[in-house]
């Protein structure tokens, strides 16, 4: 009786396959098919003759896995080629690279669209008679923050530049308050000189980022899917905005209120930050507020500007012959790039007035307790068969070094 190599040729065809799923889990169904025919073939009292055409599947499962490790140790060595990928290798917690640095995907589309679909399944479900109900009376939810996911090749917010790190509701990070470098060549038997670095721990806690919609029928919400679909993108768009205008331009006031006020610290409020005048123009102005990094150790790895101000650069002449000043042979600058003098530039219209930022991402740390979380309420507006829905977060944000921070002026 011969071997069944239906699901061993499968899988081989699968392994050259990009569109069958990541590189390691192709790989992963290969050896595991193989494997399966393989000790088949162990039990036969003559492979050879009783079934020459499953040990040469056999052989091809074991070459194919072999490419694959190669290619798996050349893209380990490509974080592009490993954007591409996909999941490498997810192990048990699920993260495809652990120390990889993460991004909130509240701004990608593609990740924006599946957290969709879950809080779809938590605003109406297949059953709303079946939702949970917490101690409050809320049909409640978590869903992933949205969620934490590799750098994307285009960034459009500051949210897909900036890391962010999870972390508990009681948090620290260490500022550098002053620095004087005295490294030196000394001679032997002399006295080392000594440097003088002010650094300050800062004490923080996650501050909740959230809003409600207003009341919808319930019946509205659960029979028009496109109803449910807008309030959907709008409220994670809304999420988003609130939480951009909180790492940018939060002003960290405190107080006990009535109204209580207890708001993060944006980067734009900062103590410490470089500022840069306006010069000549917005590309002169820029080049110098990189300078201004550069000087004191930084390097310019993000620049976000308004919209008005990206077109402004967009549309620059070269004075007297009417070339566009941006891009290859002046042409405009390609959006696609979005880099101005090789920097990952993003647009935000939270910016204020003839402002924009520019930073070393590293001197900056974005945190948050790696959730958002979703309840609906159908028991406010229940005379009216009413329904609310509130989404909601937890972030932090912390300059680490006022230094590798400038406020751009993009006019006069």
Do not use: C
Request: charged fraction near 25%.
């Amino acid at each position: 009786m011969k071997i069944n190599l239906d699901a061993l040729r499968a899988a081989l065809k699968a392994a050259d396959d990009n569109t069958s799923g990541s590189l390691m889990e192709r790989r992963a169904a290969l050896l595991a098919e193989g494997k399966a025919v393989l000790d088949q073939i162990k039990a036969l009292d003559n492979p050879d003759h009783d079934d020459p055409e499953a040990l040469d599947a056999a052989k091809a499962a074991h070459a194919a896995a072999v490419k694959m490790d190669a290619q798996i140790d050349a893209a380990a060595k490509s974080s592009t080629v490993l954007r591409r990928l996909g999941a490498i290798d997810r192990g048990a917690k699920g993260a495809a690279d652990p120390g990889a640095a993460r991004y909130l995907g509240l701004g990608n589309p593609a990740r924006a669209k599946s957290a969709a679909t879950a809080l779809a399944t938590k605003m109406a479900g297949p059953n709303p008679s079946e939702k949970a109900l917490g101690q409050t009376g809320t049909a409640m939810g978590d869903i992933p923050m949205v969620d934490i996911y590799e750098r994307p090749d285009l960034p459009t917010t500051i949210l897909d530049l900036l890391p962010m790190a999870v972390r508990p509701v009681n948090w620290s990070f260490l500022r550098e308050i002053g620095r004087e470098d005295n490294a030196a060549v000394v001679p032997a038997g002399e006295v080392k000189p000594e440097s003088d670095y002010d650094i300050e721990r800062v004490d923080e806690i996650l501050r909740v980022v959230a809003h409600l919609s207003n009341p919808f029928d319930k019946y509205i919400i659960e029979d028009f899917r496109l109803v449910a679909q807008y309030l959907e993108r709008r409220m994670y768009a809304g999420l988003r905005l609130a939480i951009e205008s909180a790492i940018l331009v939060g002003d960290g006031l405190k107080a006990a209120g009535p109204p209580r006020v207890d708001n993060v610290r944006g980067i734009l409020n900062t103590s410490g930050i470089q500022t840069r005048a306006f010069a000549t123009d917005l590309l002169t102005t820029i080049r110098k507020a990189i300078t201004g990094l550069e000087s004191v150790g930084h390097q310019a790895t993000a620049l976000v500007l308004s919209p008005s101000d990206w077109e402004a650069l967009e549309l620059s002449r070269a004075p007297g012959g009417g070339h566009f000043d941006l891009g290859p042979a002046n042409l405009p600058v390609d959006r696609a790039a979005r880099r101005v003098w090789g920097v990952p530039t993003v647009t935000s219209n939270i910016l204020p007035a003839k402002t924009g930022v520019l930073l070393d991402l590293d001197a900056v740390e974005f945190v948050g307790d790696g959730r958002v979380d979703v309840e609906w309420n159908p028991y406010t507006g229940f005379a009216r068969n009413e329904v609310q829905m509130r989404v909601e977060s937890r972030i932090g944000v912390g300059v680490k070094s006022g230094l590798g921070v400038v406020k751009v002026a993009t006019q006069a």
